[in-house]
């Protein structure tokens, strides 16, 4: 008990630890390089708009679920959160297909629009309806699972055996190019990369129907503020705009860190919540890579993307809220090849935009190398920037005649924004893309070398996204209590169960 640990990074995993560690009787403190907390999830202040630089649809916001257990356990509270209706509309020229959240509606719209691939189709819902059921055993991390446990977890998970073998191995590329509908197929693969686990869309598809994805009210930077104001309620740290320049190592043991500015502060257990590649490349001068790690960053993909954010004086509440344009001819955007647009506006969240006017944002998936060649050379960074701009502005501007010569904000974040801002390797926001077809990867939370160092974060879990870095912090917390032979607590002063 009374463990001092240092936390490098705030953002979602940090956060997460630093609450759980507080609850469950560690000194700790965290050490973030930015002055607002939150990392990734993130937004910015532009001409009185907030632009949101993270979540799209977050998971947890259906007050039964576990994920919505999972984020009130951090501060987070999804009451108000914006369920999703309809997930997105796709659209071609004047054909529209709607993703309904409703898998009944769904199957309708699905009947309408292609009815040759209603076999498949059907049985793709039913799954989805099963697993719409399932409350994913999410409240402790699988090596502490016990044996018996494990028995009866797996016996009351029998009737989901069954679709997920039938889709564990498939891509979502791959599964749904099986459909003959050139439609039903640009739905089911627009939001994610081809090369994802089907089990993602059979799990969204799930979600959505029961209200469990949404938007939180305040977007990205109230979940983080709520998350750090609750770590800071429970005594901890934080200590923002103050980079950590290395972790300090003695023998075989991490002892502390070693700020940017030269202070050293020692500690008892050191947390690493940050970019896998800065962590082992910097903070550990490339000294102590475990060969797990080196092998994925060998191996493994990685993707990333552009976002370009319209303010507009002109109210587009009345328009589906994301859309998915297929372009008449490709354009290269962002240093790829792209054959479709999106456009998201937030005018359901009265926080992110002034009262009758619209926050729009396009996510342009991007080629890394590209943006990292540019920025070489700041003048052509900036025009490539200014280009991308105009040539979405083209596209939202052909699809909302409403906004022309309304526009009033123009916001661009490329890979290297994201990079510049949280030390984020390849701009890679999600983390590793573990396809099904990946070799077993592991995702080391524990330094194989060297006492007293932990990792958490989206490089060391296998759950993409906020959810996945949520749990990383709280797993090890666990697994710390459970080393230490102490219940976990996840109030504080409740008697651990
Ligand atoms: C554009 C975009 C869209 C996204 N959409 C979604 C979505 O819709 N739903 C979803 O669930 N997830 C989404 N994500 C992913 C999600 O934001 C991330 O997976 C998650 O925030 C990662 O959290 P983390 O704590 O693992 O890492 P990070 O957020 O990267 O936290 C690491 C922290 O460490 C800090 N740091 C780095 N180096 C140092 C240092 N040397 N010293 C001190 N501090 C340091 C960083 O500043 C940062 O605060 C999106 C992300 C982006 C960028």
């Given amino acids: 008990m009374g463990e001092r640990m240092i936390i490098v990074g705030g953002g979602v995993s940090g956060l997460t630890a ?34 949101d630089g993270c979540i799209h649809w977050l998971l947890g916001t259906q007050p039964d679920s576990v994920f919505f257990r999972a984020w009130q356990a951090v501060g987070v509270d999804l009451t108000d959160a914006h369920p999703f209706e309809m997930f997105y509309q796709l659209e071609d020229g004047d054909t529209r297909l709607v993703w309904h959240s409703n898998l009944e509606r769904l199957e309708d719209e699905f009947l309408t629009h292609a009815p040759e691939d209603a076999a498949r189709m059907k049985r793709l819902l039913a799954d989805a309806r099963t697993f719409a059921t399932l409350d994913l055993p999410i409240e402790q991390p699988r090596d502490l699972v016990r044996w018996k446990d494990s028995l009866q977890e797996l016996w009351s998970l029998r009737s ?10 498939q ?84 002892v502390g860190v070693q700020l940017c500015d030269g202070t050293k502060v020692s500690a008892d257990i050191v947390v690493a919540g940050v970019d896998a590649h800065h962590l082992f490349r910097q903070l550990l001068g490339d000294a102590h890579t475990p060969a797990a790690s080196e092998r994925n960053f060998r191996h493994l993909d990685t993707f990333t993307s552009c976002q370009v954010s319209f303010g507009v ?78 040539l979405t502005q083209e596209q939202l501007e052909k699809r909302f005649p409403q906004v022309s010569g309304h526009i009033e904000m123009v916001d661009v974040a490329t890979p290297l924004t994201y990079q510049r801002y949280t030390n984020l390797w390849r701009g890679s926001y999600m983390g590793w893309t573990i396809g099904p077809k990946e070799e077993p990867v592991q995702l080391p939370w524990q330094h194989p070398d060297l006492s007293g160092l932990y990792m958490v974060g989206q490089w060391f879990d296998s759950m993409a996204g906020l959810p996945g870095s949520m749990l990383s912090g709280r797993y090890l917390i666990q697994r710390l209590c459970h080393r230490d032979n102490r219940a976990f607590a996840v109030i504080p002063g409740a008697v651990p169960s």
């Fill in 160 to 169: 989901f055996v069954r679709p997920m073998r039938k889709y564990q191995g």
């Fill in 18 to 51: 630093g609450i759980f560690a507080q609850i469950n009787g560690y000194e700790t403190t965290i050490f973030e390089k930015n002055k607002v907390p939150g990392g990734l999830c993130t937004g910015w202040q532009r001409q009185g708009y907030t632009v």
């Fill in 171 to 254: 891509t979502v590329e791959e599964y749904c190019s099986r459909f003959q509908n050139t439609w039903l197929r640009r739905l089911l693969t627009r939001f994610i990369p081809g090369e994802y686990s089907m089990l993602t869309l059979l799990a969204t598809l799930a979600a959505l129907h029961t209200g469990d994805i949404g938007f939180p009210k305040g977007g990205s930077l109230q979940v983080a503020s709520d998350m750090a104001a609750k770590y800071e309620a429970l005594g901890g740290q934080l200590h923002l705009g103050q980079p950590v320049a290395k972790i300090l190592i003695e023998g075989q043991q991490a």
């Fill in 313 to 390: 004086d002109a109210d587009l509440a009345n328009e589906p809220h994301t859309v998915y344009l297929r372009l008449p001819k490709p354009v290269n955007l962002a240093g790829l090849e792209n054959k479709n647009m999106n456009f998201r506006h937030y005018c359901y969240d009265t926080d992110l935009q002034p009262p009758g006017k619209s926050l729009v944002v396009s996510t342009i998936f991007a080629d890394y190398d590209h943006w990292a060649a540019l920025a070489q050379n700041p003048a052509a960074y900036k025009t490539a920037k200014e280009q991308l701009a105009l």
